[in-house]
């Protein structure tokens, strides 16, 4: 009798492990691929987008702009080629050189790139003390993990009435949230470029919320002005 419950049992217990092992659902976190995946829990339903279909992001240029004696605005122009894909807290490294090509300074930080084609990535107030920067270089530290961005969870967001003052010293925009919930945590960008396409100037902005189907003025100042700018550049960069 007890041989019987006991083989009972054992039965039981293998055939929970066989429907376990042979019905689970595929997973996007199980280290293996299965489902409709292109690779091990990436493609297919999952967000993560597989690394060998994955474009790597493009410095298309790298700058420094001196604001004040000592004190730069660092930029760089990123292309994001991975359409509907952004990737998150990706760490980078812009380097200041002066014209001996000597190291000046590393400035490392970290940025967010959205599912945009254009991502510009803004340090402001980097102290040099009383070097010179003469170029810079810009470089991402590590391989960027790109996810799949559902384009129905971005707001839509626009800029119109932009305005840029003669002596380049005050930018204007209105920034509109097109869409029926409030938008948060946006930074917008703006670049000033001369006649030539080379970028003279850059700063960005933060706003917190943009309540739905309204706009928010967005400003950028450069006190002492740029002159001979003859386009500005406003990119959005919604959070995701």
């Known amino acids: 009798m007890y041989y019987l419950v006991g083989l009972v049992v054992l039965l039981v217990l293998a055939y929970a492990a066989w429907a376990s092992f042979f019905n689970t659902s595929p997973s996007c976190f199980d280290n293996k691929q299965d489902g409709t995946e292109l690779g091990v829990d990436c493609g297919g339903s999952c ?3 597989c690394p060998d ?13 001196l ?3 000592g004190s730069y605005t660092l930029a760089a122009y990123v292309q994001n080629n991975n359409i509907g894909a952004g990737a998150k807290a990706v760490p980078y490294s812009f380097q200041l050189f002066d014209a001996d090509n000597s190291l000046i300074k590393e400035v490392d930080g970290t940025a967010d790139l959205p599912p945009v084609s254009v991502v510009p990535i803004i340090v402001p107030n980097v102290s040099v003390q009383n ?22 969870s971005l707001p839509s967001l626009s800029i119109s009435e932009q305005n840029l ?3 380049g010293s005050r930018l204007s925009a209105i920034l509109t949230n097109q869409t029926l919930i409030d938008a948060q945590n946006i930074t917008v960008a703006a670049v000033l470029f001369d006649a030539d396409g080379v970028a003279r100037a850059a700063s960005k902005s933060y706003v917190a919320d943009v309540a ?12 002492s002005g740029v002159p001979n700018i003859v386009r500005a550049e406003i990119t959005v960069l919604p959070s995701f």
């Open 131 to 152: 070097r010179v920067v003469a170029h810079v270089e810009f470089a991402f530290s590590s391989v960027p993990s790109w996810h799949t961005v559902a384009g129905s």
């Open 67 to 69: 604001v004040a004696p």
């Open 165 to 167: 003052s003669a002596d």
């Open 47 to 49: 967000s993560l987008v």
């Open 212 to 223: 739905a189907q309204s706009g928010e003025q967005v400003v950028f100042t450069w006190p």
């Open 53 to 65: 279909t994955a474009r790597q992001p493009v410095v298309s240029w790298a700058r420094s702009f």
